[in-house]
């Protein structure tokens, strides 16, 4: 039976035939539930698939919670259509229990039901269950916030793609899982009770954010001289570009600066506050344009400058309320977030004169996916150590204190520990001890602690105020005090500390923060420069930021050091001592314990290879199938060229990880010299491989057959002038500026002398040129061109794309 009031409904059986209704006429069906059953999917697959069929964009969210989800149910949802973007929360222990649904439909309405039900046929047709339909007429705000905040669960780091490798690496944990937990009914009685608390990603928006403490609205300091290389970017005829700018250098200043130039102007944020700040930001650099929210709860849209919640865009329907040229300027803030699914669909629908991505860490130890995007441009890049030697930043002193938790005996989940285990070891009083007297020693008059989780936020923040110490801790279930609040003490000195876990790491700068007490293991070197950026605002409060980090046996231990050195790269070399040294102003210093340990983690670093097979397979599963070459470049978290340099070749690779058939093996073997050839000739200039991609463009069929340097020439010419960065780059010298206006035989001559000839000529080159013919050595067999050319494709364009790049860095390096 049902019983309806003032458009709320209470449902207590056959939820699904409301579910059916509610998919008619649907433009946007968005389902989150704990458990999926292959019975539930097997009654609403006709519903979905029509509704995909006309028109209607689907998005559902599963958990693994206690492996109940079947894998089966996994695989059915994703053989209901292509187009059907589904995903699987990891909840790593960690209760996921939603059941909700909601529709979305073009005329402003909707519908949310939440409530008792998952998504199975017991559920939704024989089982008693309580469920609450809520018409969005209802409360329009309620069910905007929905729809929010399921599109930040769905593009959550803790989600994954539904795909071939995902479900297959599901189902492996789920038969284990049963296996040993045969009794799973009293598993999920005595786990649900589990009062463990994750962080929510951001707070209200009411809380008060800083502004910017910029004296003037005028560009200083970096901001000049990356408006300076934006500009160089806009005559070089690039349409993206990436600004790398350490926390605290005004980021979100100079892309309001450089946006002045633009008449539409789209900012889009995964943070609400971030939102806000910058369009203030944006209000005093350009007073006379008019600016808009475009968010869960807000929709203006037809402003001059438009800040999104990424959140709000990421839903087909949003986006498409503004024509994909409506734009001139996209600006991405905390572009190294643009990688996530949640931006590309938003990404590849707009079509702006120019898009420009900022962030502090695109760091290439935590993956290289952002460079993509941009396609490798980056227009400017300063990192902090730099910005501390020119007096931008505030020097720091930093403080290793051993911890003595054994890190080896915790699960690790693939990208962090497993929480419950983590926190059982975090939460003793002998710990605590240590971390207060360290803290005691060290610490200056205002400081941020970054914990694992709230619990351990809790739990510090307790044994700090019982030793009569000012601290607070701030999270997303902390009650009596907001973070604006909690922020506007701590700068007056009513607070000492704030604990806190993930709430301070983007968008919030506090100048008068003088102390940073680290007590995490760093699971993410990207999250800890971000929280180590926190304290390094000039301020006239402070002479310098004192960082306390607990060091002990985790993963990343001895890496995240070489954020610190001198050279501000976060480079090392197998020689280099593991103290780095720092910049002029700052200091370092590290227990003898502390000095020990990283010793003995240098000492067991993970085989090279397998550290190489280890980022091939993260980047396989996220992909769902083996990445290109070029993939691997611009998406994995090892350098490309280790591969080249420890296998011959990626396809060398390849088979040493077994992902080539028998029929691949066998085609390797006998080209191995080939392969290895592309892979490794000479190339300071990009000539070969844009002779080696002509032939490749005439397809699988005749690619290998032999060329002239007249057949070439056009191709060759249009490639290079056609950007400006690659004529810059390749095409500027005495010999070749005489040739950007085509010359059928000055560039016939230029490829035949160089790339032609010194290939043909090199030693061991398993290429000719003969009476003004190049060929290759060899005559593949007809069976195998499909194979070798799509291998060979794979490393031409890979090692054109890092040609570019590598040169662009280096001259950016010099400007």
């Excluded at 009513?494 to 680290?518: M, R």
């Excluded at 310098?544 to 610190?564: E, M, P, Q, S, W």
């Excluded at 070749?649 to 006998?670: M, N, P």
């Excluded at 005489?738 to 290429?767: C, D, F, H």
Aim: charged content about 25%; some cysteine.
């Amino acid at each position: 039976m049902s019983t309806t009031t003032l458009n709320v409904k209470l449902i207590t059986e056959n939820l699904a035939d409301d579910l059916i209704t509610g998919m008619q006429n649907a433009s946007g069906i968005y389902i989150m539930t704990s458990f999926i059953m292959q019975s539930g999917v097997r009654l609403l697959a006709p519903h979905l698939k029509g509704a995909i069929e006309r028109g209607a964009e689907v998005k559902v969210l599963a958990g693994d919670y206690l492996f109940v989800t079947q894998p089966e149910g996994l695989q059915a949802l994703r053989d209901i259509d292509p187009r059907l973007e589904a995903r699987l929360w990891r909840s790593m222990g960690t209760s996921f229990h939603p059941k909700a649904y909601l529709f979305d439909y073009e005329n402003g309405e909707g519908l949310l039901i939440v409530g008792s039900s998952n998504f199975s046929m017991s559920a939704m047709r024989m089982g008693m269950e309580w469920n609450l339909a809520m018409n969005a007429k209802a409360e329009p705000y309620t069910f905007q916030v929905a729809l929010e905040k399921f599109m930040q669960n769905f593009y959550h780091d803790s989600t994954l793609p539904l795909n071939d490798n995902t479900i297959a690496l599901y189902e492996a944990e789920y038969r284990t899982y049963h296996r040993k937990n045969p009794e799973l009914i009293r598993m999920i009685t005595e786990m649900e009770e589990n009062e463990y608390r994750t962080e929510n990603a951001s707070d209200p928006v009411e809380d008060k954010v800083p502004e910017d403490e910029q004296a003037s609205i005028h560009p200083r300091f970096a901001q000049i001289d990356a408006l300076d290389a934006l500009e160089r970017t806009l005559e070089e005829e690039y349409d993206k570009a990436m600004v790398v700018m350490a926390t605290g250098l005004g980021k979100t200043y100079l892309a309001g600066f450089f946006a002045q130039r633009f008449q539409r102007v789209l900012f889009i944020a995964h943070r609400e506050e971030i939102l806000y700040q910058a369009k203030r930001s944006f209000q005093r650099i350009m007073p006379d344009k008019t600016f808009g929210i475009y968010n869960g709860v807000k929709k203006e849209g037809n402003a001059d400058c438009v800040f999104a919640s990424i959140y709000t865009l990421g839903m087909k329907k949003h986006r498409e309320s503004f024509a994909p040229d409506g734009f001139d300027l996209i600006v991405v803030d905390e572009f190294h977030h643009a990688a996530a699914n949640s931006y590309q669909s938003v990404i590849q629908y707009f079509e702006p004169k120019f898009l420009l991505g900022i962030t502090a860490t695109p760091d290439r130890m935590d993956g290289k996916d952002v460079y993509a995007l941009c396609d490798g441009n980056v227009a400017y890049q300063i990192h902090f150590i730099e910005a501390i030697r020119r007096g931008w930043l505030s020097p720091f002193q930093y403080y290793g204190v051993y911890d003595d938790t054994d890190y080896s005996s915790i699960r690790w989940l693939g990208t962090h520990y497993d929480d419950e285990q983590l926190t059982a070891a975090q939460l003793r009083e002998s710990l605590a001890d240590k971390i207060y007297d360290a803290w005691r020693e060290h610490k200056q008059t205002r400081t941020i602690g970054f914990c694992s989780s709230i619990r351990q936020a809790d739990f510090l923040a307790g044994y700090f105020q019982d030793r009569g110490v000012a601290a607070v801790s701030l999270h997303s279930g902390t009650v009596g005090i907001t973070r604006g609040e909690a922020i506007d003490r701590l700068d007056r000195g009513d607070l000492e500390i704030i604990f806190t876990v993930d709430l301070f790491n983007e968008g919030v700068d506090i100048p008068s923060v003088d102390t940073l007490l680290f007590v995490r293991p760093t699971e993410s070197l990207t999250v800890f420069t971000q929280q180590v950026g926190r304290g390094l605002r000039l301020s006239e409060q402070k002479t310098h930021c004192t960082i306390i980090d607990l060091i002990g046996n985790y993963r990343n231990a001895d890496v995240k050091l070489r954020l610190f050195a001198n050279d501000g790269e976060g480079k090392r070399t197998a020689k280099e001592p593991v103290i780095p040294t720092v910049p002029d102003g700052c200091e370092l210093h590290l227990e003898t314990s502390v000095i020990n340990l990283l010793d003995e983690l240098s000492r067991k670093k993970l085989p090279h290879r397998e550290r190489l097979h280890r980022s091939f397979l993260d980047l396989k599963n996220e992909l769902g199938r083996i990445p290109t070459y070029l993939e691997l470049h611009l998406h994995g978290s090892s350098n490309s060229w280790e591969y080249r340099n420890e296998f011959g070749s990626y396809i060398g690779f390849l088979l040493w990880a077994e992902c080539l058939t028998k029929e691949e093996e066998d085609i390797y073997y006998r080209y191995e010299a080939w392969i290895r050839d592309v892979e490794k000739t000479v190339m300071t200039k990009s000539y070969k491989m844009i002779v080696l991609l002509y032939m490749l463009e005439r397809g699988p069929e005749h690619w290998a057959e032999p060329v002239t340097s007249q057949e070439v020439g056009p191709f060759f010419h249009s490639y290079l002038t056609e950007k400006e960065y690659r004529r810059r780059i390749d095409f500027s010298d005495k010999d070749s500026k005489r040739l950007w206006e085509y010359n059928e035989i000055g560039v016939s001559q230029l490829i035949e002398r160089m790339p032609m000839t010194k290939w043909g000529s090199a030693k061991g080159s398993m290429t000719r040129f003969e009476d003004g013919v190049f060929s290759l050595r060899f005559e593949p067999a007809p069976e195998h061109l499909s194979i070798l050319h799509r291998w060979t494709k794979e490393i031409c364009l890979y090692r054109l794309h890092h040609h570019f790049e590598r040169k662009e860095e280096k001259r950016g390096a010099h400007l």
